[in-house]
Structures are given as C-alpha cells and as structure tokens.
C-alpha cells in the first residue's frame, strides 16, 4: 500500500467540534456515543484513527482485517464501520458483502477509507452499496465530518422506521380490537374452522396466531427465532392462501374461521 499511514497525519490537537461532546452536540452523558467499527491491515493508521475518533466523542473498536472485522460487527452491531479496501485474508468488498448478508447488520452504514482513490474506484464501492467513500491520504476533521453525518442520517431514518412502526400496530391493535368486538356480538357470520379450505404449515399457522396477536414482524420473528425476512415470506403466502391483501382482512379471516384463538 501506498499511502501515508503514520500518526502524524492524524495532527495532535485537532478538532472538529467539542471532543467532550456526543456526536450529535450534546452534552457527555446524555447520549451513549456512536460505536465506530474501524477495520484496516495498517497498525499506525488503525492506532491514530481510535485515538482521534475517541477524542472526538466516539466509541472505537478496530479490527486487523475483513475477517476480524465481520467477527467484531457480529459481537458489536456497531453504528458505523469504517474499512480499508485492501486488506489481507478478506477485503472491504469482501467485509461489505458479508456484512450486507447478514440481517442484524445489513443496515449498517459502511464508509471505505481507502487508497483507491480513482472515479472508477469510488463507483465501484458505491455500486457494492458503501455508504460513503474517502481517500487516502485524507484530513481528519472531514472524517469526523462526515462520520458524524453518516450516523445522523441513520438515527434520523431509524426514528422515522420507530414512528411508523409503532403507528402501524397501534392502528392494527384497533381494528383487531374492533374485529373480535364485531364477532363477539355477532355483527359477522363466524364460518366453522373445519370448513375453511387452507393449508397452513405449522410454522404459517405460528405466524397467522402471532399476527391476530396484534405483533408486527419484528416481534414474530423474535418470538419464533427466525428472520423477518422468514416472517416476511410467511405473511405473504397467508395474504395467497387466504385471500387476502392486508394484515387487517387476514385477521379477520383468521377470526371468522375460528383459525386462531
């Protein structure tokens, strides 16, 4: 590798911000800091970016190469994985793709801290769905710069995912609500359970009692130690089995069936 690696291109006594402060401004304390993956074959790079990045309010764990790092990412769940494109054992590209792989980290913004500094090089780790791409040698200031923007950006999107979330069962437990009343007072034809023509699996049938639970996929796949994207495939062969378009309709058909208590 080419680039300077050394401590002294990270220069002592340089901020970009109040290093006692949490990244998003606030005062120490108040906020856990962001957890920083930062994985690079370079010792001095690798020992002068956790300094700096914890002096600037950072929580920093470094791994040695792609391997460790997917290992750490795995034992950590960091907010943010900063990773060199060449490495030994196993590359950035290499880290990305396992990374994306994987359902707990799928999400997690990846930043390339890289030598390979040409257009085609930025496309290329951008095309592998790096969040962010920066060359070597860089400045330190603009990597906390845009670290900082890279975790303010996700805390914004996982408060909005929250938001909705926590909408969307809260309308579901309503309109649940008001099925079971509506049956209950025979508003509804309840149809016998054994009349009903379907063909659930055990784990579908798991899923559809969850589902009339009120819990969303998040939860259902806890519940059943599975992967939403499991749960997910569950759900939709219900809507086909049922003929239904909606979790709403599905739990009605559920309730009018007797196929969940």
């Not at 606030?26 to 906020?31: I, K, W, Y």
Request: net charge negative.
């Amino acid at each position: 590798m080419t680039e300077d690696t050394s401590p002294d291109r990270l220069p002592a006594g340089s901020t970009a911000g109040q290093p006692a402060d949490a990244p998003d401004g606030s005062a120490a304390g108040e906020v856990p800091p962001a957890r920083l993956l930062v994985v690079d074959d370079e010792p001095g790079l690798r020992t002068a970016l956790k300094a700096y990045l914890e002096d600037e309010g950072f929580a920093v764990t470094t791994a040695n190469d792609g391997e460790e790092g997917v290992q750490k990412a795995q034992e950590l769940l960091p907010d943010v994985v900063i990773s060199d494109v060449m490495m030994p054992r196993l590359d950035g590209y290499g880290l990305l793709k396992q990374l994306r792989a994987d359902e707990r980290l799928g999400g997690t913004p990846v930043i390339f801290l890289t030598a390979k500094g040409m257009t085609a090089d930025r496309i290329a780790g951008f095309q592998a769905g790096c969040d962010d791409y920066i060359p070597k040698p860089f400045d330190p200031d603009e990597l906390v710069a845009r670290v900082r923007n890279v975790v303010n950006r996700q805390q914004r999107l996982l408060a909005e995912a929250a938001r909705f979330a926590d909408a969307d069962i809260g309308q579901l437990s309503r309109q649940i609500t008001e099925i079971r009343s509506l049956l209950a007072t025979g508003g509804s034809k309840k149809v016998d359970a054994a009349a009903a023509r379907h063909d659930f699996t055990p784990r579908e049938a798991s899923v559809l009692q969850l589902v009339a639970e009120g819990l969303m996929n998040k939860e259902i796949a806890r519940r059943l130690e599975t992967s939403i994207r499991n749960v997910e495939k569950y759900v939709s062969r219900l809507f086909i089995k049922t003929g239904t378009a909606s979790r709403t309709e599905l739990v009605r058909y559920a309730l009018e069936h007797g196929l969940v208590e």
